[in-house]
């Protein structure tokens, strides 16, 4: 099992839609948990942490649920400029993040 | 103003060679890392230094060296390159030490082909 698993899409969606992608971590030591979002060619980004009790932010939802280990970021009014691929990022082991796959976005007009 | 910037961004050389690939940032972070992104798109950690000290090195080739004069340097210099060191190496840095939670700040990402 891989140590942080995603579906790699590609998720294709309207605007306007709502959208979720889950993720899975092995590791139930795991201690911090983030979202960030890579668009082509480009350098990752953070779009957000996500904390125990859930958290906000605008249009975008992130949830922790550590019994099940797993984090799902939920985004709702898909805009176009939210294609991307995003990367589920866990505090595995230490000092180290261990990044999955990434689930690709596109929100077409 | 740059954070976190990498020279070259695009490397193209043939198998055999040595290169190096800089990494610079201006944001005051004591820790600094180098990723592997391969075709697949999988970002994997290479090495970790904070406060210039060597704290992660995962399982990487010693052709690989990475080297940090400085806490906003962190360098990373590849021997004999190979076929499948074909990637994006990104650089990054933080505020403090993974464990700690802290955001990663990437630079651009430095596009490599072994021919």
């Known amino acids: 099992r891989k140590e942080v698993e995603q579906d790699p899409g590609p998720f294709n969606v309207p605007e306007g839609a709502t959208v979720a992608f889950n993720c899975t971590y092995s590791?139930?030591?795991?201690?911090?948990f983030f979202w960030y979002r890579q668009d082509c060619r480009k350098e990752p980004k953070l779009l957000m942490s996500?904390?125990?009790s859930g958290n906000e932010d605008g249009r975008f939802t992130a949830q922790l649920n550590r019994a099940s280990q797993y984090i799902s970021l939920l985004i709702r009014d898909s805009k176009l400029s939210d294609s991307a691929t995003y990367l589920c990022v866990v505090n595995n082991a230490g000092n180290m993040l261990t990044f999955g796959g990434g689930t690709r976005l596109m929100v077409k007009p | 103003d740059t954070a976190v910037s990498q020279t070259p961004k695009y490397l193209v050389t043939q198998m055999g060679n040595d290169k190096s690939i800089k990494c610079e940032q201006n944001l005051g972070h004591d820790t600094m890392y180098w990723y592997k992104q391969d075709s697949k798109k999988f970002l994997k950690i290479m090495f970790s230094y904070n406060n210039k000290e060597l704290i992660i090195n995962e399982t990487v080739p010693n052709r690989f060296s990475p080297k940090s004069p400085d806490k906003a340097h962190l360098n990373l210099h590849i021997n004999s390159l190979e076929l499948g060191d074909s990637a994006v190496y990104f650089c990054a840095s933080s505020q403090g030490l993974a464990g700690g939670g802290y955001e990663q700040f990437f630079g651009p990402g430095t596009r490599l082909t072994v021919l």
């Open positions: 996500v904390y125990s």
């Open positions: 590791n139930s030591a795991s201690q911090s």
